[in-house]
């Protein structure tokens, strides 16, 4: 069956393990990676591969990113010389119990069935007691059974009633289940019934309605756990579980009863990165910058330098190359050859992840800990073999690549570090994003540009300390794996990966999506001054929220640093920006994010971005940009701020102690401060609008009083 979805959409919401509700009505669930579409050594596949974000697939562990394949109709008549037509992202059916809108009566379908089960009775209750009814096709049952690993199955609805699945699995003629609702509102009005039917007639085995099924303890245990219904691995996405034919490992967790379209249900690990170039050279002109940032032109080049004699990239192949991809372009062959040989020939090894890896750890290992001509030979000979290049010409570039990917010291020393922690790796956006001009840089996937701070009003001049503009931005969204029951978990890479593919790939699913935004980086020095003079206040009504976030984080088995009343302030700020920004400037809320650059240890950061990025063309036209210029953007912040200021549940909301998700929040609620979650970076937790505007008794300690 085929299925509309979008592209993006692929990757979040309705990523590998998720249930989509299609038209039909049917549900299915997303395959996982082993079914996709895509093969790496076909050549035809290779548009859909993303290989120009190292800094991502460095932290992810990959090789490489893929992009949903876009579905292409096979026209009549012969597709000539198109390619990669008739693609289609791998779905299966789930639940795979289903029910008889008339009867109620129960069958068990398997994952890769087409249709649903038709029913013709008989049926069991009333005067037609008994009697076969006309044909009806099944629908899907609306309960499911999950476990905090990630693993999903069907209701156990055979051991719930406390038979033998022996007895009762699978589609029989003389004994089924029936699911019936006796009109009660709460789920003690679904009643499950399992009947025989012999000479006699029809004969009811066993009867028992689902309340309770739902209860869960705190310490996790449900009522299934107390019926020894624990957890057996199934897992619909790989096919895994009653509708195949592969075995399952146990897994032993708690299983819960959940309704299939309960939120709690999938949460899907989304990574994002916004493009950062790492080139930079103010000698050379614009148009040369760009067309290195070009990553499939960029490509072709380095393919030249491999296949020269001396291993260097010549003006003259430079040349074939440019009039072949750029015919248009005045860039001279010289100048782009000299560009390609000084900056981007030591691709060839480390932009691969694992030659990458092997050079660090040489270097590491060295006597001095410097890059050094014998390592790079080595390294070329391992990895690019027919590469008949002088490695002393790499050993600068290469050791500029360490400097800027592996962080060198502050004083200069050669101690590596491979820190993929959330705060470093953000760190360089920051930088990018502070930096005054972009001068030397390319301007193809992120084009900044500031505003001179003391072209806005005081308010602005007073709290901020930098505005830029990004009229450009590309971000790439990558797939990492999904948990159930709770938004995050502990679980090790290598568990997540078992949930999304029966073997590990180099690769993981990706969107990549452009757009704009505005930057604002908060005053240090006031920022210090007004933590000094009310953070202890502020951190006095975080407790609280502190204490139940690390019961959660206990919960989940995971750790989480308390909250600062800078973080929060910080946090707060973004989403009443975004709230006016949807009045101002038109944009959807769910259309807005942010991204918060936030650490008061080195490297120190205090920033948002607010930002829109989206496949479509919301987002393209400069009406966020426009928003972040003199006057614009000091009118927004007072609205925002002035709107903070009263929310239509106050005083109830204003005077909170702990309210929203996990009662992690404050001052904040759907009337003035939660988002939608496709817009918050923190599930909108950790939002106060006290540390904006005060409280009721003490105005002033607010940021922006």
Not at 38 to 59: C, G, I, Q, S, T
Not at 174 to 190: E, H
Not at 424 to 435: K, Q
Request: proline share 6%; net charge neutral; with cysteine.
């Amino acid at each position: 069956m085929t299925r509309p979805i979008r592209r993006s959409q692929a990757v979040s919401p309705f990523g590998v393990g998720a249930m989509v509700d299609f038209p039909g009505p049917v549900s299915l669930i997303h395959a996982g990676l082993d079914a996709w579409p895509f093969d790496e050594r076909n050549p035809d596949h290779r548009e859909f591969r993303v290989d120009d974000e190292p800094r991502l697939a460095k932290r992810l562990g990959v090789d490489f990113f893929v992009q949903p394949p876009d579905f292409r109709m096979v026209e009549g008549g012969g597709a000539g010389s198109a390619v990669n037509l008739g693609l289609k992202l791998p779905f299966l059916r789930f639940p795979l119990w289903h029910s008889c809108p008339r009867c109620g009566r129960m069958f068990e379908a398997k994952y890769h069935h087409r249709s649903a089960p038709d029913c013709l009775g008989p049926i069991g209750s009333g005067a037609e007691k008994g009697r076969s009814h006309s044909r009806r096709r099944a629908v899907q049952v609306r309960f499911v059974s999950a476990c905090q690993s990630g693993h999903l199955r069907d209701f156990p609805w055979i051991e719930w009633l406390g038979l033998d699945r022996s007895d009762w699995d699978g589609i029989r003629n003389d004994r089924w289940l029936r699911i019936i609702s006796t009109g009660s509102a709460s789920i003690a009005g679904v009643v499950i019934v399992a009947e025989r039917q012999n000479d006699s007639g029809i004969i009811e085995v066993a009867r028992r309605s689902l309340a309770g099924a739902f209860s869960v303890e705190p310490d996790g245990t449900s009522a299934l756990t107390a019926m020894n219904i624990m957890c057996n691995g199934q897992n619909p996405a790989l096919g895994l579980g009653d509708g195949g034919e592969d075995p399952t490992d146990p897994c032993g967790q708690n299983l819960r009863a959940v309704l299939r379209g309960a939120s709690n249900l999938y949460f899907g690990d989304v990574r994002s990165s916004i493009y950062v170039p790492d080139i930079e050279d103010n000698g050379l002109p614009q148009p040369v910058l760009d067309l290195l940032d070009d990553y499939t032109f960029k490509q072709e080049l380095l393919n030249g330098a491999l296949a020269a004699e001396n291993g260097t990239l010549g003006p003259k192949a430079a040349g074939i190359i440019l009039r072949r991809r750029h015919p248009e372009s005045e860039v001279k062959p010289e100048v782009l050859a000299g560009a390609v040989n000084t900056h981007i020939l030591h691709e060839i090894l480390t932009h691969p992840r694992l030659t990458a890896s092997a050079l660090v750890q040489k270097v590491k290992v060295a006597a001095d800990g410097k890059v050094s001509s014998k390592i790079l030979a080595d390294l070329i000979n391992t990895a690019a073999p027919d590469w008949s290049i002088d490695p002393g010409l790499l050993v600068e570039s290469v050791t500029i690549w360490l400097k800027r990917r592996e962080g060198i010291g502050s004083e200069g020393d050669s101690q590596l570090t491979e820190d993929v922690s959330d705060k470093t790796y953000r760190a360089e956006e920051y930088r990018a994003f502070c930096r005054d001009g972009q001068d030397g840089l390319p301007k193809v996937n992120l084009l900044v540009r500031s505003k001179p701070i003391e072209s806005y009003t005081d308010l602005v001049r007073s709290n901020f300390s930098r505005v830029a503009l990004l009229d450009k931005l590309r971000e790439t969204r990558a797939f990492v794996g999904f948990s159930r029951i709770y938004a995050s978990s502990n679980m090790p890479p290598a568990q997540r990966w078992k949930l999304i593919s029966r073997t590990q790939r180099n690769w993981l699913p990706a969107a990549v999506v452009r757009g704009e935004g505005i930057f604002l980086r908060f005053d240090e020095e006031r920022l210090a001054n007004w933590d000094k003079e009310f953070g202890a206040l502020h951190r006095e009504r975080l407790r609280q929220v502190n204490r139940n976030l690390q019961a959660q984080a206990a919960r989940r088995q995971i750790h989480v640093d308390d909250a600062s009343p800078v973080l929060v302030l910080m946090h707060t700020f973004a989403h009443v920006l975004i709230s006016q920004l949807v009045f101002d400037c038109g944009y959807g809320s769910s259309s807005l994010r942010e991204r918060i650059y936030f650490s008061d240890t080195q490297p120190q950061m205090s920033g948002i971005l607010i930002y829109t990025a989206a496949g479509d063309s919301e987002g393209t036209m400069g009406g966020l940009v426009r928003m972040g210029e003199p006057e614009q953007l000091d009118r927004t912040i007072a609205r925002a701020l002035d709107r903070a200021r009263w929310c239509s549940s106050d005083p109830v909301c204003i005077e909170s102690t702990g309210q929203g998700p996990d009662n992690c929040n404050l001052a904040a609620c759907h009337s003035c401060g939660l988002l939608p979650e496709t817009s918050c970076e923190m599930q909108n937790r950790l939002l106060d609008r006290g540390m904006l505007i005060g409280d009721l008794n003490r105005p002033e300690i607010g940021f922006f009083s």
